[in-house]
């Protein structure tokens, strides 16, 4: 067997009275892929924090080529030839690719001034060796999130990065940019580089990972190769129990039509026509740029539709805004939930209340202690400690920002929820908490619209599966039929004889 290229040993940190790690290993050979997971709050990200050296360990040792090595600054990491590409990326979208490229190494002329010939002829070298086809030329902005994380591996390629650790790469991705993704993670292990793979999603772990090593609570748990290790044993690694099918529910009684959207249009889109019922889940499903987040925001009164009726509980919805949505008794979750669904450097108490203060005004006075109570009720229902009221929402593990989210409109109690990528970057423990509480919504007479990317998930939830394809709605699946070849086949348009969706179809 070789002999680990990294190797971290006994590595503990403490924040005040909390344990982030005690004691744990992990070591990563050249030429592998070794997959970390673990609940968020697993300890993982503190781990990477010490290896890239923007915080310090309280014990333990870091070994190199079986040399101990101090890492006290991201310098020092990169002396060492370690790159990590986090989940929020580290970059300069005002600038060109070229420039992010060679920031920090910024070539000069004869004369003292950036040479940007050969500034832009690096970057095509740099992009060439991943097989990025990017124009080095365009602003980094106007690249989608899948091609800017290239831009980043382009530069840590470039650095000679002899470990590359990967923070939940495909969190924001279509299926076509994370295949292109696993490409280059392919080629790098080929190329003898060793990574570490951080990610919730099991399919992508098992289709990359040589080893899998399992955090929980700041401790190891265990090491196995893909050959030794099940999916079910990861699951009970991870969260110290079995919790069997994620997405078990009993069968659901739906009521009355609570949502009613006829020929809705904008440009590109629609026409859309679909119910949504009081005390079911329906699942709209499709390719990334079919069309769903779009259907969602027309709904919401976050884009201006160009035709079409809304009827919320029998009553015309047509907001020009979402606080008019909101009157209407809407909700919205939306996928991007740090720039579009939270306040980030506000307080959870004023996150979860925001949209929700004019039930508690008197006399024209907030009445300040029911907000707080109000909200502390609905964390205890969500599982959020009670003492993470006065931070900011920025502070929370991505799970527990999710959860913030949705109790905002728990306080609401809106009629109609549109939940758009619910469980995106959240762990798995989290991801049945959220089922379950869908399920409970829904049991309690919401009408719940969910998007979602993972097929598995928009399957297992829902009562009905809308399949969009083109901006349209080009079948409806009752839950008895919708298996993931079924979706995908309308999604894909492999079909050739599409049946007109049964709009009002109740199960």
Do not use: C
């Amino acid at each position: 067997m070789d002999s680990p290229l990294l190797e971290l040993t006994d590595i503990a940190k403490r924040f005040g009275a909390t344990i982030a790690l005690n004691n744990v290993r992990f070591d990563l050979r050249s030429g592998e892929v070794h997959a970390l997971m673990g609940e968020n709050g697993a300890g993982k990200s503190t781990l990477m924090k010490i290896l890239s050296g923007n915080i310090q360990r309280d014990a333990g040792m870091i070994t190199i080529d079986g040399k101990p090595v101090d890492i006290r600054s991201p310098r020092d990491a990169r002396a060492q030839g370690i790159a990590i590409i986090h989940q929020e990326l580290n970059t300069v979208p005002a600038m060109t690719v070229a420039e992010n490229l060679s920031l920090g190494q910024e070539p000069r002329n004869r004369f003292g001034m950036l040479d940007r010939t050969r500034v832009l002829r690096d970057a095509r070298e740099k992009l060439a060796r991943i097989h990025a086809d990017i124009d080095p030329s365009r602003p980094l902005g106007s690249l989608g999130i899948g091609m800017q994380q290239m831009v980043e591996i382009a530069r840590a390629v470039s650095e000679k990065a002899r470990v590359l650790v990967l923070d939940e790469p495909t969190a924001a991705l279509s299926r076509t940019e994370a295949q292109q993704l696993y490409a280059v993670v392919n080629r790098m292990r080929d190329e003898g580089v060793g990574l570490i793979y951080i990610s919730h999603r099991m399919e992508e772990v098992w289709q990359l990972a040589d080893r899998i090593t399992v955090f929980r609570d700041g401790t190891y748990v265990g090491t196995g190769t893909r050959d030794e290790l099940s999916e079910t044993d990861v699951v009970r690694m991870m969260v110290g129990r079995s919790i069997g099918d994620l997405y078990r529910h009993e069968p659901r009684t739906p009521g009355d039509v609570v949502l009613d959207v006829k020929d809705l249009a904008a440009e590109g889109l629609g026409p859309v026509s679909f119910q949504l019922r009081a005390g079911e889940v329906v699942s709209m499903s499709g390719l990334i740029g079919s069309g769903r987040t779009e259907v969602a925001r027309l709904i919401f009164g976050a884009d201006r539709r160009k035709g079409g009726v809304v009827t919320v509980n029998g009553k015309p919805s047509h907001p020009v805004d979402p606080s008019q949505a909101i009157a209407d008794g809407l909700a919205m979750v939306p996928e991007d939930r740090k720039g579009q669904g939270l306040f980030l450097d506000h307080s959870v108490e004023r996150n979860v209340s925001i949209s929700s203060l004019d039930q508690f005004v008197s006399g024209e006075v907030v009445q300040n202690r029911a907000v707080r109570q109000a909200v502390l009720q609905q964390m205890e229902r969500l599982r959020l400690r009670k003492n993470a009221i006065d931070l900011p929402a920025r502070a929370l593990s991505g799970g527990n920002q999710q959860k913030v989210a949705l109790a905002r409109w728990l306080l609401r109690d809106s009629a109609v929820m549109i939940l758009d990528e619910p469980t995106r970057g959240v762990d798995i423990g989290a991801k049945r908490e959220i089922y379950e509480l869908i399920d409970a919504l829904a049991r309690a007479g919401k009408a719940i619209l969910v998007i979602s990317s993972d097929l598995p998930e928009a399957i297992g939830i829902a009562d009905r599966v809308l399949v969009v394809r083109g901006g349209r709605i080009v079948q409806e699946l009752l839950a008895d039929a919708a298996t993931e070849e079924n979706v995908m086949r309308h999604a894909v348009g492999a079909s050739a004889d599409y049946q007109t969706p049964n709009t009002g179809a109740q199960p």
